[in-house]
């Protein structure tokens, strides 16, 4: 069974920055892509970004693009969200998730197999 814990969230300021960590076990983390998502309070869980199994391609909603950096380190079974320039409305719990692939170039995280707990970002002066 995979595991996924998300770690690293808080209280952010307007215009500060967080870093998200995911760290994975029972499995490689290099056979999956590995996406973000997250849920605001009252709102459909969205994606945010994705990586592909080699790291090669990303992709990020409309909402995050220039503002966020996903990352993967497979040696250490851990991807990252750099937060940076944050708003009142990244507010939400942020979830990673984990989907097999067999193409190692190809950020697709649509439809994950498995999802970590969740943890809160706050963004408020």
């Known amino acids: 069974q995979v595991q996924l814990v998300e770690s690293g969230g808080g209280l952010g300021q307007p215009g500060g920055s967080l870093r998200l960590s995911c760290a994975v076990s029972r499995f490689t983390l290099e056979h999956y892509a590995i996406g973000w998502f997250r849920q605001a309070p009252g709102k459909e869980r969205e994606g945010v970004s994705c990586?592909?199994?080699?790291?090669?391609?990303?992709n990020y909603a409309d909402s995050v693009k220039g503002r966020f950096t996903i990352s993967r380190d497979n040696a250490k079974n851990t991807v990252y969200l750099q937060m940076n320039s944050l708003k009142p409305e990244d507010t939400a719990v942020y979830y990673c998730a984990a989907r097999f692939q067999i193409r190692a170039d190809e950020a697709l995280c649509g439809n994950p197999g498995s999802w970590g707990q969740g943890t809160q970002v706050t963004v408020a002066s």
């Open positions: 990586i592909s199994r080699s790291g090669g391609s990303t």
